[in-house]
C-alpha cells in the first residue's frame, strides 16, 4: 500500500474553511482522526471507499464533509464553520476492510504524518 500523505493544514479564523486531502490508494476504508494536546485521538469521519458511504463524529456533523475522488486516489475533509475546538493534529488513517467501529484507533493500520489545523 502507498503511505498515506495528508496536506490542507493550517491557520484559520473562527468560522473559517479547510480542505484537508489525503493521497490514499488501495484501500477499502479512509478515516480522519483528529488529535488535540493531552487529549486521546479521535475519529472525525470515515468514508468507505467502494460505496461511498461515510461516517461523522458528533463534534463534526453538519460542519464537515469526507468526500473522494478516485481519479486522483484522494480522499478529503472540508470543513466548515470551524471552532477553536477544531484546532488538533488532523491524521488521515486507512484499512483494508469495512467493520464497525470505524472511529476506534486501533482498527486502522495505516497512517498518515498528520498536518496541524489551528482555529483562532
Known amino acids: 500500500h502507498v503511505q498515506l500523505v495528508e496536506s490542507g493544514g493550517g491557520s484559520v479564523q473562527a468560522g473559517g474553511s479547510l480542505r484537508l486531502s489525503c493521497a490514499a490508494s488501495?484501500?477499502?476504508?479512509v478515516a480522519w482522526f483528529r488529535q488535540a494536546p493531552g487529549k486521546e485521538r479521535e475519529g472525525v469521519a470515515r468514508?468507505?471507499?467502494?460505496?461511498?458511504?461515510?461516517y461523522y463524529a458528533d463534534s463534526v456533523k453538519g460542519r464537515s464533509t469526507i468526500s473522494q475522488d478516485n481519479a486522483k486516489n484522494t480522499v478529503y475533509l472540508q470543513m466548515n464553520s470551524l471552532k477553536p475546538e477544531d484546532t488538533a493534529m488532523y491524521y488521515c488513517?486507512?484499512?483494508?476492510?469495512?467493520?464497525?467501529?470505524?472511529?476506534?484507533?486501533?482498527?486502522?493500520?495505516?497512517w498518515g504524518q498528520g498536518t496541524q489545523v489551528t482555529v483562532s
Open positions: 468514508i468507505a471507499t467502494g460505496s461511498g458511504n461515510t
Open positions: 488501495g484501500y477499502s476504508c
Open positions: 488513517a486507512a484499512k483494508t476492510k469495512v467493520d464497525g467501529a470505524w472511529y476506534r484507533v486501533e482498527k486502522y493500520n495505516y
